[in-house]
């Protein structure tokens, strides 16, 4: 199939040109799933996706699943609607991390389409988690294989009203999940540093937050340098796929005054294999 591949930065990131993702088959599929493997976030411009066809599309890439704590469309609950209205200055999602680490089995991918977008701002950033381990050094490596963090879902964190109201049950605090700090991507083999930033990675299993905290920090930090990292710039009809076992990303909050509309669906994941547990 003949498609271009446009890369957006050296670290991770890629534009799709010349494919309607309405119409791709086995064979097509097979290799845009490559291209995301290797790029970690890809894009398409200009789709035309009614909800049944986006979930259709969706549906190609493994089992679509509901958000433990989210509630989608009525109509559509698989789709979750993020908006964000013109008047509103509390953002959504505005904070690094990987969808759903606070869960046992944390999505593969994530894709939002943009149905309204603010003339400018409201990009996604990402950042590539196997270029931040590639970046360690190997004693923080190593360490870093040994480590299993604790993870959670911050159901009070601020948002807009309208994406509170879709949280069920605030008042019940929700379970953790522990996974490994270096996580073996199971498609690609290559490890990845998995890590949210503090709203749901919480601590080091055995250690407490205070204990945590200042190594959680740095390598939040690291993993978030300006050269790890790219952006998608969103326009109505865009659709970004992304690999949360390789990806981390973040909603920039800056674009008080206009209102945004994106519809995300997630793919679910298995349970996360650590770099330690390779050889078992
Ligand atoms: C998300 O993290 O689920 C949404 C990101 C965005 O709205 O850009």
């Not at 969706?58 to 469309?73: C, I, N, S």
Request: glycine share 8%; aromatic share 8%; net charge negative.
């Amino acid at each position: 199939m003949s498609f271009e591949i446009m890369p957006i930065a050296g670290a991770l990131g890629a534009e799709i040109r010349g494919i309607d993702v309405a119409g791709l088959d086995g064979e097509g599929m097979a290799e845009v799933r490559s291209a995301l493997l290797r790029y970690g976030v890809i894009c398409f411009r200009d789709q035309d996706l009614s909800p049944e066809g986006y979930l259709d599309f969706a549906r190609q890439w493994g089992e679509v699943h509901l958000h433990p704590y989210l509630r989608g469309l009525d109509e559509f609950p698989e789709i979750i609607e993020i908006i964000r209205e013109a008047d509103d200055p509390t953002g959504f999602a505005d904070h690094w991390h990987t969808d759903q680490i606070f869960t046992p089995r944390p999505a593969n991918f994530t894709m939002l389409f943009a149905r309204e977008t603010p003339a400018a701002g409201g990009d996604t950033m990402f950042a590539s988690l196997t270029g931040a381990y590639d970046r360690l050094s190997p004693g923080m490596q190593r360490m870093a294989a040994r480590l299993r963090t604790c993870n959670s879902y911050d159901k009070k964190a601020p948002r807009s009203a309208r994406m509170a109201a879709r949280i069920a049950d605030r008042e019940t605090p929700t379970q953790e999940a522990v996974h490994p700090l270096v996580r073996l991507h199971p498609e690609t083999g290559r490890p990845a540093l998995y890590v949210s930033d503090e709203r749901s990675t919480r601590r080091f299993d055995g250690m407490s937050e205070e204990e945590s905290r200042p190594l959680l920090a740095w390598l939040m930090r690291h993993a978030t340098r300006p050269e790890l990292t790219c952006r998608i710039r969103w326009e109505p009809g865009t659709l970004g796929i992304w690999d949360n076992r390789s990806v981390l990303h973040s909603a920039l909050n800056d674009y008080y005054g206009q209102r945004r509309v994106m519809h995300r669906i997630t793919i679910r994941g298995e349970p996360v294999r650590g770099l330690a547990e390779q050889s078992h």
